[in-house]
């Protein structure tokens, strides 16, 4: 049990009234535990939540800083044998849920357990809601609820997904006072980093488990850097530049529906042989638009995305024949399904559409993994 | 164009300012274009939008009577030829959303169009997040959007989905002055009723269209009658009652996740017999409970879920010895997936209901083969 920790870390003592009865709980700091899907190290970011270093403040545009303060693709792993499991999670920003988007699904924890070595849904909680008794202006939610209740005595590994379009600066694991709890065995692979648009960052997912990121971390055993950006997957300088700091084994680049045509012309050469530069051998997946639902039946949505991803081929030729090694091209015009029916907007897949992504871009991934 | 309706109602002309510019719309009443997915005409319903009978509101719980103003599985259906589609709805209820559900969900509208003979998803849109302004508080919200724009010239049907959670007083459809709307009748074979739970309501749909009752109307082209009473199932006589009175190609009935298993011995013969001696030749389909999503490592609820089957099935063998001919039994096992189909582990998203309807669709069709 060499791996179980005791930690060093401040551990709160605190009696809650958890079902009716009270149980002393024991609360660990997830960050002490060590947060995964980061691109960075903690030394290197503002908070152990953030999902870009401090020093990109100063580099990219406020709007994507921002973004990259939401926890989307960030999790912890922890090994436990509690009979119960809370989670406290405060949040940093007051909006928690849009008319579209469920606070669970902007805002909502998300836990899986590993059962005979797969990783299976256990629980997921929406932020609450309730501001306490007198509390004025900016609120910013502070929730503790049990997750899982009446496991029976056994180690087992768990995975909490944090939220996707809100960030957090708290998070804590509860456990009845003395049960064990520690991390797992790292999966020694080196991960996959995606940087896309706000179908990579989530939107729609119906719970932080459900993204394409999460669902492939899942699948593949390894972390997956989620590097969506709403709205905002611009290819710009600064951001090739950050992409290359990481060595992951393999970088996927999903851009084009943030991207106008003279964008994607204009700078994905630049932006794809910055990072191949810098990382001669490690692949580059470069992901055209998808289909969205609409191009069924609407013929202007899909002139748009033909013309966006014939631009794109282009790009991708020109640095084939550049000499430009280790490139691979991923077409879009299955990667939702084809029957319209896998998006909440058209746009941004729902849980079913983003399965169908996940099945359509996993054995590609893996034969560019295996090689 | 002999289907033409000259409304004789009340349309409103109005000019309303979308993406920068003006287009004069003429309002329609869905009322009068016809109401689809409900088991009762206008005639005996209190308003369009309800789906149980004025005569229900004394003999069901007060409870299910407020479920049953809910628009889930309602829907209208039309052709028209407008390059723009607009919607305006008037909530029956202020509260539309929860911390699981969004607006889109609870209280919004879901439009798909018929494009080579299909059904496929053309927009959604959430509903106003406030009541109008000027009102009393708790006054519901109206919402008037475009949906779809720039359309090319042709006419084209559509099917709008009413609100899953929440009720609707008025939904009017808006084109432009010049165009064309008509009813389309319902498709050809009598309908399917699903008498369930929030499951069948539509309790995590991410819109109103990804419901299964509605998935399984489009797939089937067949009308189905929602009649999901969240966390109210419960096979009462006066539910089998008000079901004897529909005349439907197939029953279904998938209550067992809001039911004890002491219900489900009490209850079951009793309320197939009574849809039986109504209804001799129509076929009953009698669905299990599903394994929920935390069934894989949470043996409370699993044993729970077995014993709620092993209950059903033995009133199922019960019929079959009275010789109540028609009955069909559904196992239920992964009908939503083995894992990642639900939101809560309980009720599907759009994964779980797509799965739901993979499963549930080969065995309604054949029950569905002597039907016209």
């Known amino acids: ?239 090739a530049q950050l992409l290359t700091e990481l060595d992951p084994d393999l970088y996927i680049i999903d851009c084009l529906p943030n991207m106008s045509f003279a964008e994607i012309t204009d700078r994905t050469f630049d932006f794809v042989k ?69 998006t909440f907007d058209g746009v941004h897949p729902n849980d079913l559409g983003f399965t169908n992504y996940a099945n359509a871009l996993e054995p590609v991934i893996r034969g560019l993994l295996d090689r | 164009m002999k289907n033409c309706i000259v409304w004789t109602f009340i349309a409103i002309l109005s000019v309303q300012a979308f993406s920068q510019q ?7 009443n869905t009322a009068d274009i016809g109401i689809g997915g409900k088991g009762w005409p206008n005639s005996e319903t209190k308003t369009p939008f309800d789906r149980l009978p004025s005569k229900a509101q004394k003999p069901v719980s007060k409870e299910l009577w407020e479920r ?117 009748p319902a498709p050809a074979g009598k309908p399917i009723v699903i008498y369930g739970t929030s499951i069948i309501q539509g309790f995590g749909a991410s819109r109103a269209g990804m419901n299964i009752g509605s998935i399984l109307g489009r797939r089937l082209n067949r009308e189905v009658i929602n009649l999901g009473f969240s966390g109210l199932c419960r096979m009462e006589p006066e539910l089998a009652d008000l079901l004897a009175e529909l005349d439907p190609a197939l029953f279904v009935i998938d209550c067992l996740p809001n039911m004890t298993a002491e219900e489900i011995t009490q209850r079951t013969v009793n309320f197939v017999k009574k849809i039986r001696s109504a209804r001799p030749n129509t076929p009953i389909l009698m669905v299990e409970h599903p394994n929920f999503a935390h069934t894989s490592w949470d043996t409370e609820a699993r044993e729970l879920i077995n014993e709620k089957n092993a209950a059903f099935l033995q009133q199922f063998n019960k019929l079959q010895k009275d010789r109540v001919a028609g009955l069909h039994y559904f196992k239920g096992g992964h009908s939503f997936g083995e894992g990642d189909g639900t939101l809560d582990g309980v009720h599907p998203t759009d994964l779980g209901y797509t799965i739901y309807a993979n499963a549930l669709e080969p065995a309604i069709r054949p029950l569905l083969g002597n039907s016209k």
């Open chain 1, 1 to 239: 049990m060499k791996r179980f920790l005791c930690m060093a870390l401040v551990t709160l003592f605190s009696i809650n009234a958890y079902s009716q009865q009270k149980i002393e709980m024991s609360w660990y700091g997830a960050a002490q535990i060590g947060i995964e899907g980061k691109g960075w190290p903690d030394s290197a970011t503002k908070t152990p939540f953030y999902r870009l270093p401090a020093k990109a403040e100063s580099m990219v545009n406020k709007n994507v800083w921002q973004r990259g303060s939401n926890s989307a693709g960030l999790h912890v792993t922890f090994t436990t044998d509690a009979s119960l499991i809370a989670v406290r999670w405060r949040l940093n920003n007051p909006s928690f849920y849009t008319p579209s988007l469920s606070s669970l699904s902007v805002a909502g924890m998300d836990m899986y357990m590993r059962e005979a070595d797969k990783w299976v849904w256990a629980a997921a909680k929406p932020p609450s809601a309730v501001r306490p008794p007198g509390h004025e202006g900016a609120f910013y939610p502070d929730t503790t609820t049990t997750f899982v209740r009446n496991l029976s005595k056994k180690l087992r590994d768990f995975r909490l997904y944090f939220p996707i379009y809100n960030g957090v600066d708290v998070v804590e694991i509860g456990v009845p006072a003395g049960s064990r709890i520690g991390k797992p065995k790292p999966d020694g692979k080196k991960p996959v980093v995606i940087y896309g648009t706000s179908i990579i960052q989530g939107s729609a997912a119906s719970r932080p488990g459900m993204t394409l990121v999460s669902q492939l971390n899942r699948r593949l055993g390894r972390e997956v850097i989620n590097l969506g950006f709403a709205g905002l997957c611009k290819m710009e300088p600064e951001m």
């Open chain 1, 274 to 342: 910055t990072i191949s530069a810098a990382r001669p051998k490690t692949p580059i997946l470069i992901v055209e638009n998808p289909n969205y639902a609409q191009t069924i039946w609407n013929a202007g949505t899909r002139t748009t995305i033909r013309a966006k991803n014939t631009r794109l081929l282009k790009e991708y030729n020109r640095l084939e024949q550049a000499g430009i090694k280790n490139l691979h091209y991923f077409k879009g015009s299955n990667s939702y399904g084809d029957d319209g029916e896998a």
């Open chain 2, 22 to 28: 003006t287009v004069e719309m003429t309002w329609h």
């Open chain 2, 68 to 184: 049953s103003i809910n628009s889930a599985g309602l829907y209208v259906t039309f052709s028209t030829d407008a390059a723009q589609i607009n919607i305006r709805w008037k909530l029956r209820n202020p509260s539309i959303s929860t911390p699981v559900l969004s607006a889109a969900s609870v209280a919004g509208m879901d439009l798909y169009v018929r494009e080579g003979g299909r059904w496929t998803w053309a927009a959604v849109k959430p509903p106003n997040m406030s009541r109008p302004a000027g009102s009393p508080v708790g006054t519901p919200p109206v919402t008037e959007a475009a949906f779809v724009q720039s359309l090319s010239k042709a006419e084209r049907e559509f099917r709008l989905y009413l609100p899953l959670y929440n009720g609707v007083d008025r939904v009017e459809i808006g084109i432009p002055k010049e165009a064309v709307i008509k009813p389309v």
